[in-house]
């Protein structure tokens, strides 16, 4: 089994920019992609960006995009998210998780939620006016 654990969310003003790691155990950490995703209250869990086993590919949601970048160190077992002009709208917990397949995946898999297996507990970041 994986377990996952996300730290770094905070409180921080419109414009600011915050750093999410996600520290990994439990399997072979390189071998799988790794994502992230958000909710918010009264909201579905969305897409935020994902990567694949070996760093060299990375996806991003629209919202995102230009704004966010995800990156891995597979020595340190983490993966992180580097969140900058951070909006309101981007409030929300924010999800560490792991894929559920190995080797060369297609595009679409990585947006796919039910592609993931293993789920952080989430870390809160908060976005004021």
């Known amino acids: 089994q994986v377990q996952l654990v996300e730290s770094g969310g905070g409180l921080v003003q419109a414009g600011g920019s915050l750093t999410l790691s996600c520290a990994a155990s439990?399997?072979?950490?390189?071998?799988?992609?790794m994502g992230w995703f958000r909710q918010a209250p009264g909201k579905e869990r969305e897409f935020v960006a994902a990567i694949n086993w070996s760093g060299s590919s990375s996806y991003y949601a629209d919202s995102v995009k230009g704004r966010f970048t995800i990156s891995r160190d597979n020595a340190k077992i983490t993966v992180y998210l580097q969140m900058n002009r951070l909006k309101p709208e981007d409030t929300a917990v924010y999800y560490c998780a792991a894929g559920n397949a190995v080797g060369y995946l297609s595009v679409n898999y990585y947006y796919t939620r039910g592609n993931y297996a293993y789920w952080g507990q989430g870390t809160q970041v908060t976005v004021s006016s």
């Open positions: 439990g399997r072979t950490f390189s071998s799988y992609a």
